[in-house]
């Protein structure tokens, strides 16, 4: 009966070892819906026949099954990955853009990041010259010849759709030399939604896919993980807190505790908590922390590198002020200057403010002396609030443990 509810579940949840981009919170919350659809699946089955389980068997089945298969679908995708690092198990493609920027050369530029994807990228074809790709083979009129003295397994097209007769010529070309075709939208570089596709009779119809978090379970999920974490170190708060408050009176007089005002949930302001890592001084909401900043003493210096001066901030997420995982709150006046420069910053307060965040765990922490540092802590803020599961959160805690163990080279 295990047997028969593991063929339906992967029956219906096939799709997972189809894929080459996967990433692992992905792998997890897709292994929790193979969970819950086996057990539900298998008891319906013991219901038709008479087997003496108890409640405590059938648990201690799910917990190990739950790990063992985790374990098997993490470890074998990694291994996968490596093997197709070492040029292995690859598909050949080539890239029909539209010259040196757009969506092919952003294509490009994923692909080539992480070779695990396993895609050799053969050519890349436009009527734009692009000498300055090395994949550069030449003009769309150049492919055919290419493809017939070439082994190519995909073509990815990303020609504008107002070139028709191109398009066709390409969809044509691959059909005759059984290849598979894939067209990429010519899309903003700042859309990075998701999108969904459905067809209203022979037209195909894109519509984004709205942000997980709308959803009041995801929500509810969210501040129920956050309540139940930050009540239990708030419970052993004095152990934790008690040695780093006679570190922060020790070092310099002052209070325990810095208060600062700081950008929250749609936009509105909040007292953020922090252990104070400065001397007391009078352009603390206005000046940023540097690296070899002045104001800092010698112990605020240590609990910024290891981000042992956030843990306060677990007094905001209790109060629903924050959540454990998030884009990191500004201060308000960066708040004001920061939304007038740059596209989109207003779109990371749609959600919660956060200890840590997608954004500082990829190394977009500490001063934005350039605007490009914000620029790009605001894309990854962006990206975590339209791909949000509760996986990724797991994922981005473990790494913020990581990196504060390791010691953070951009925590100031």
Same mark, same amino acid.
């Given at each position: 009966?295990?047997?028969?509810?593991?063929?339906?579940?992967?029956?219906?949840? /096939?799709?997972?070892?189809?894929?080459?981009?996967?990433?692992?919170?992905?792998?997890?919350?897709?292994?929790?819906?193979?969970?819950?659809?086996?057990?539900?699946?298998?008891?319906?089955?013991?219901?038709?026949?008479?087997?003496?389980?108890?409640?405590?068997?059938?648990?201690?089945?799910?917990?190990?099954?739950?790990?063992?298969?985790?374990?098997?679908?993490?470890?074998?995708?990694?291994?996968?990955?490596?093997?197709?690092?070492? +040029? *292995? @198990?690859?598909?050949?493609?080539?890239?029909?853009?539209?010259?040196?920027?757009?969506? +092919?050369?952003?294509?490009?530029?994923?692909?080539?990041?992480?070779?695990?994807?396993?895609?050799?990228?053969?050519?890349?074809?436009?009527?734009?010259?692009?000498?300055?790709?090395?994949?550069?083979?030449?003009?769309?009129?150049?492919?055919?010849?290419?493809?017939?003295?070439?082994?190519?397994?995909?073509?990815?097209?990303?020609?504008?759709?107002?070139?028709?007769?191109?398009l066709q010529n390409i969809i044509s070309l691959a059909e005759r030399n059984a290849?598979? *075709?894939?067209?990429?939208?010519?899309f903003s570089k700042y859309i990075s939604r998701r999108f969904e596709i459905e067809?209203?009779?022979?037209?195909?119809?894109?519509?984004?896919?709205?942000?997980?978090? @709308?959803?009041?379970?995801?929500?509810?999920?969210?501040? +129920?993980?956050?309540?139940?974490?930050?009540?239990?170190?708030?419970?052993?708060?004095?152990?934790?807190?008690?040695?780093?408050?006679?570190?922060?009176?020790?070092?310099?007089?002052?209070?325990?505790?810095?208060?600062?005002?700081?950008?929250?949930?749609?936009?509105? /302001?909040?007292?953020?908590?922090?252990?104070?890592?400065?001397?007391?001084?009078?352009?603390?909401?206005?000046?940023?922390?540097?690296?070899?900043?002045?104001?800092?003493?010698?112990?605020? @210096?240590?609990?910024?590198?290891?981000?042992?001066?956030?843990?306060?901030?677990?007094?905001?997420?209790?109060?629903?002020?924050?959540?454990?995982?998030?884009?990191?709150?500004?201060?308000?006046?960066?708040?004001?200057?920061? /939304?007038?420069?740059?596209?989109?910053?207003?779109?990371?307060?749609?959600?919660?403010?956060?200890?840590?965040?997608?954004?500082?765990?990829?190394?977009?922490?500490?001063?934005?002396?350039?605007?490009?540092?914000?620029?790009?802590?605001?894309?990854?803020?962006?990206?975590?609030?339209?791909?949000?599961?509760?996986?990724?959160?797991?994922?981005?805690?473990?790494?913020?443990?990581?990196?504060?163990?390791? +010691?953070?080279?951009?925590?100031?």
């Open positions: 009966m295990l047997n028969i509810a593991f063929l339906v579940v992967v029956y219906v949840l /096939s799709t997972l070892h189809d894929k080459r981009v996967v990433y692992i919170d992905r792998v997890l919350m897709l292994l929790l819906k193979y969970v819950l659809l086996h057990s539900v699946i298998f008891l319906m089955l013991l219901s038709f026949v008479d087997l003496d389980l108890s409640w405590k068997t059938i648990i201690l089945f799910y917990l190990i099954f739950t790990a063992a298969l985790s374990l098997w679908w993490i470890v074998s995708r990694k291994l996968l990955k490596w093997y197709r690092s070492k +040029g *292995f @198990n690859y598909k050949r493609i080539v890239i029909v853009g539209s010259g040196t920027s757009g969506a +092919g050369v952003r294509l490009m530029q994923e692909l080539e990041h992480d070779q695990g994807y396993g895609y050799h990228i053969v050519g890349f074809f436009s009527d734009e010259p692009a000498t300055d790709i090395s994949y550069y083979k030449g003009s769309i009129g150049d492919l055919e010849q290419f493809v017939a003295e070439n082994s190519v397994d995909e073509v990815y097209c990303a020609i504008p759709e107002n070139e028709r007769q191109e290849i598979d *075709f894939f067209y990429v939208p010519q067809n209203f009779g022979a037209v195909p119809v894109l519509s984004i896919h709205p942000h997980p978090l @709308n959803n009041p379970v995801n929500m509810a999920i969210k501040r +129920g993980f956050d309540l139940l974490v930050s009540s239990i170190v708030l419970l052993f708060s004095p152990i934790i807190f008690l040695p780093i408050a006679i570190g922060v009176k020790l070092s310099s007089p002052g209070p325990v505790f810095f208060k600062q005002e700081r950008t929250g949930y749609r936009g509105k /302001s909040f007292n953020c908590l922090k252990f104070r890592s400065m001397r007391v001084n009078d352009k603390s909401d206005s000046l940023q922390a540097t690296k070899d900043d002045p104001r800092k003493t010698k112990f605020g @210096n240590f609990i910024r590198k290891t981000s042992l001066d956030e843990l306060p901030q677990f007094i905001n997420v209790f109060m629903g002020d924050m959540s454990i995982v998030g884009p990191r709150p500004h201060m308000v006046q960066q708040t004001q200057e920061y /939304s007038e420069l740059i596209d989109k910053y207003m779109l990371r307060h749609t959600l919660k403010p956060g200890i840590t965040g997608w954004a500082q765990v990829n190394g977009f922490r500490g001063p934005t002396d350039e605007l490009w540092k914000m620029e790009k802590r605001v894309e990854y803020d962006v990206w975590y609030a339209e791909n949000w599961n509760f996986m990724l959160d797991i994922k981005i805690m473990f790494l913020t443990v990581v990196n504060a163990i390791s +010691g953070e080279q951009n925590a100031m």
